[in-house]
Nanobody, 122 residues
């Protein structure tokens, strides 16, 4: 069972930056694809970004391409999401997730963190 803990959320003005981090409890972290998802009030949870186990491949939702960057440090069991040029529509609870497949769908990820709130003011 992989336990994930996110941090780094907060309140930022539009155009600003935040970096989210997610720490995993297990050394098997390095074998999982790590995904970032977000959920805004009244909306379904949606894919944001993913990074494969080696860090060699990444994928992003169209809404965040060019603004967000996902990275991982397997030695530290940590994955990061650098968010730049933030917009009010990026406001959501952000979740990291771990799964065995390279996928942008929530059901492919059996392990989830508790989420961290990101609020972007206009």
């Amino acid at each position: 069972q992989v336990q994930l803990v996110e941090s780094g959320g907060g309140l930022v003005q539009a155009g600003g930056s935040l970096e989210l981090s997610c720490v995993a409890s297990e050394r098997t972290f390095s074998t999982y694809t790590m995904g970032w998802f977000r959920q805004a009030p009244g909306k379904e949870r949606e894919f944001v970004a993913l990074i494969t186990w080696s860090g060699g491949n990444t994928d992003y939702a169209d809404a965040v391409k060019g603004r967000f960057t996902v990275s991982r440090d397997n030695a530290e069991n940590t994955v990061h999401l650098q968010m730049n040029s933030l917009k009010p529509e990026d406001t959501a609870v952000y979740y990291c997730a771990a799964g065995p497949r390279v996928a942008a769908t929530t059901y492919e990820y059996p392990f989830w963190g508790q989420g961290t709130q990101v609020t972007v003011s206009s």
